[in-house]
């Protein structure tokens, strides 16, 4: 029995020395080798290598990876032993070694002596002796140190063997002590740019119980991208988890990738829905894109593969095989149903199961998106007012004129009867907000804004002494305006009227407010009413400011010209607010997409902020009420800076500088996409977490750049390289930068 539990014991202390050859093998390869190490600080090392070795290996491209270490994995290790590493390096540049004077002048020399001759090179062995070949095809290469691979034990775990760790720095370094450098083969790279720490997947699980990843596409180091490397087709993936609650950004210029890479990370956050494994679960997360260009919303040319067939991202709920049986077998039932209205029945159900994953929103129909909804509103509705009058202030959110300001503090918010000492008050200030309302919906109406009917009924709005005094108002000096007023009076003491002739009337009423006549009025007004018992015992004058806010835009073209910027957004036909009815459908965790490719520039900003302002205080909300499932919701922004603030804007009170910042604990994640860092505010980059830069054509952008993270190493690659999809990627899992090939974006239904 002693000698069974010796084994036993004997065999548990071999263990880690076995996790540690197991681990190390992975990523050494003796064959592999390219030369030494002759000179390291805490942020460099140069590398003697001999072209032999270099050629071996398939070539080291520029910005690859090579791994320093003394260790053989052959023999035992100590994972405690301080040379029990891997020191990760990025090859830089050429680095200069002593001899390259003399080589130099010898390869002059030797190319002299050839000179003309088209079958000789200096190398050749007619040109240059064996010894003198192998000694000048040494060379240096300088690399930077990206960090250190090391092994340790899980303090709270420790007979769950050795795990691989990996640190962003070297803790020591020996001057005279050499390491040998391997140029890690497909097996090794993988393991490397694929490398995600134990903490990252534990807080993973901790926060959505989910660890799963998905393919962004291969490693790739440089533009002349050669397939004999011996690294072809090195899988990259990431963590959908990575964005949740996030800030991620894509840079680079017009057709490089952005979009395609895009789809491809919302792919993947949808694809959560649909667990590849018993071991994974399954998360419904809200994902909402703001699609400027229609390119997400629609099946267009840039979607088409070899085959023809469309790769529209809205398509993407077909993955799901059983709910596109369900529809394809409906569709065949729909066309051969001759009954109308068993095929209006049918055609609901084939919406129902493609809404149920992905909703498309757009300002116009598109004819091949029967299920569009329409980012309309009826502004004439009672329970709209309020909502149509803030999508109006957003669209003049910009405007600096007075009476523009003074427009977009009015409010529509209805008298509540408990509010009030007694009834008299309380009517007194429901008719006064009915009269603003109507003056609103006439304002509405000269801006182009259909009105569910042609006339309205404003009897008992105006009172007989104010049309009496607006009629048997005189003015010699301006009989123009008295015929404007006198006519007014007239107009609003009729029962039925049409909505155009109000706008003459309201502009009449306007006028007359600046009349002697209408002061006269007034100060008999409040005389006479501050105690009266009757319905307009308010004790104030007749027009209190904001019936003359509205009422002054009337006498503005421009004002009517702004607000008629907005009327596309307006329906009889519809009842619900589309913000309220987008947000509803991000909580029940569907793919978004809001078509903004039929829209202005400044209405789709005003909109898109909307929206966000209703999912920011939806959010916001639920955390302050405690509520432990806030439910995750990812934003996406294409052509970001057409709507994000400006790179100077420190604006806090922006609700994109907010959703930056404070998005994180109220669960709202962000994509945004732009061919210009520098146009994007300050406060919003410094909180990304994850990026994705392809081609940037400028050195102002990539300076920019050089601020975060490792993409200095990077720069003169990116301003040069113009390869579609060539990505440089840094996420929140990723311990430093990879370059990547990012793969087709595709939706798979067979």
Not at 130 to 153: A, D, K, P, Q, Y
Request: with cysteine; hydrophobic share 35%.
């Amino acid at each position: 029995m002693e000698q069974f539990e010796k084994s036993i014991d004997e065999l548990q202390n071999k263990q880690p020395e076995w996790d540690a050859k197991s681990i190390f093998s992975k990523l050494i390869q003796k064959d592999q080798l390219v030369g030494d190490l002759y000179s390291i600080n805490y942020d460099e090392g140069k590398v003697l290598v001999h072209d032999f070795h270099r050629q071996k290996v398939g070539g080291i491209p520029s910005l690859s990876f090579l791994i320093a270490t003394r260790i053989n994995p052959e023999n035992e290790i100590d994972y405690k032993d301080e040379d029990a590493s891997i020191i990760l390096l990025r090859v830089m540049d050429a680095a200069q070694i002593p001899q390259d004077k003399e080589a130099e002048s010898i390869r002059i020399n030797t190319s002299q002596r050839i000179s003309g001759e088209v079958d000789k090179n200096w190398d050749g062995e007619e040109s240059m002796d064996l010894n003198t070949r192998h000694v000048l095809s040494f060379s240096g290469v300088s690399c930077r140190i990206v960090g250190t691979f090391f092994l340790e034990e899980d303090e709270n775990k420790p007979h769950d063997g050795l795990k691989l760790k990996f640190g962003s720095d070297i803790s020591n370094y020996y001057s005279n002590k050499g390491f040998k450098i391997f140029k890690p083969n497909a097996e090794a790279l993988e393991e490397i740019v694929n490398y995600c720490d134990p903490l990252n997947l534990k807080s993973h699980i901790e926060k959505y119980g989910e660890t799963e990843r998905v393919k962004l596409g291969s490693v790739r180091y440089a533009s002349t991208n050669r397939k004999h490397q011996q690294v072809d087709n090195v899988p990259v993936f990431i963590y959908p988890a990575d964005l949740l609650s996030q800030k991620s950004a894509l840079f680079g210029m017009t057709r490089t990738g952005k979009s395609n890479t895009t789809k491809i990370i919302s792919k993947s956050v949808f694809e959560l829905r649909i667990p590849k494994s018993k071991e994974h679960n399954s998360i419904r997360i809200g994902q909402i894109i703001f699609d400027p260009n229609g390119e997400y919303a629609n099946e267009n040319v840039q979607d088409k593969d070899g085959g023809g067939n469309p790769n529209a991202l809205k398509n993407i709920w077909r993955q799901n095989f059983k709910l596109k049986k369900e529809s394809d077998d409906l569709k065949i039932k729909f066309h051969n149903e001759k009954d109308p209205k068993k095929k209006r029945e049918i055609w609901d159900e084939i919406k129902s199961i493609a809404e149920s994953e992905v909703v498309t929103y757009g300002i116009l129909k598109h004819p091949k998106d029967p299920f569009r909804r329409l980012m309309k509103i009826n502004f004439f509705e009672d329970d709209n007012l309020q909502i149509g009058k803030e999508i109006i202030d957003f669209k003049i959110a910009d405007q600096s004129a007075q009476y523009l300001k003074n427009f977009r503090q009015i409010a529509f918010s209805k008298p509540i009867e408990s509010d009030y000492d007694n009834q008299g008050e309380y009517q007194g200030q429901l008719k006064r907000y009915e009269r603003r309302c109507l003056v609103y919906r006439a304002l509405l109406n000269k801006a182009g804004f259909t009105p569910p009917k042609r006339t309205v009924n404003i009897s008992g709005s105006f009172s007989e002494e104010i049309r009496t005094a607006m009629i048997n108002h005189v003015d010699t000096r301006a009989p123009k305006k008295q015929g404007l007023i006198n006519g007014a009076g007239a107009t609003l003491g009729l029962k039925d009227v049409s909505w155009d002739s109000l706008f003459p009337a309201f502009e009449g009423l306007f006028h007359f407010l600046s009349t002697a006549t209408f002061n006269t009025f007034n100060q008999n007004y409040i005389l006479n009413r501050t105690n009266a018992n009757d319905d307009d015992s308010t004790g104030e004058g007749w027009a209190e400011a904001e019936l003359e806010s509205l009422l002054e835009m009337f006498n503005y073209s421009k004002a009517i010209n702004l607000i008629g910027g907005v009327n596309i957004q307006h329906t009889i036909d519809v009842g619900t607010d589309y913000a309220n009815d987008i947000y509803k459908d991000l909580l029940q965790g569907k793919l978004v997409i809001v078509d903004q490719s039929s829209g202005e520039p400044e209405l789709n900003k005003s909109s898109a902020t909307r929206i966000m302002w209703h999912i920011f205080k939806g959010n916001q909300s639920a955390f302050r009420n405690g509520d432990e499932d806030i439910k995750e919701i990812l934003v996406y922004l294409e052509e970001a800076h057409n709507i994000l603030p400006a790179g100077n804007d420190l604006d806090l009170s922006d609700v994109w500088v907010r959703t930056a910042k404070e998005g994180s604990k109220y669960r709202i994640g962000m994509v945004y996409a732009t061919q210009e860092i520098s146009s994007i505010q300050k406060n919003i980059l410094k909180n990304t977490a994850n990026w994705f830069i392809s081609h940037l054509n400028n050195t102002d952008e990539t300076k920019e750049l050089k601020k975060y993270y490792d993409f200095a190493d990077f720069e003169p690659s990116i301003r040069r390289a113009q390869d579609k999809g060539f990505l440089r990627v840094k996420t929140l899992s990723n311990m430093f930068v990879i370059p990547v090939q990012v793969d087709k974006f595709e939706i798979k239904t067979k």
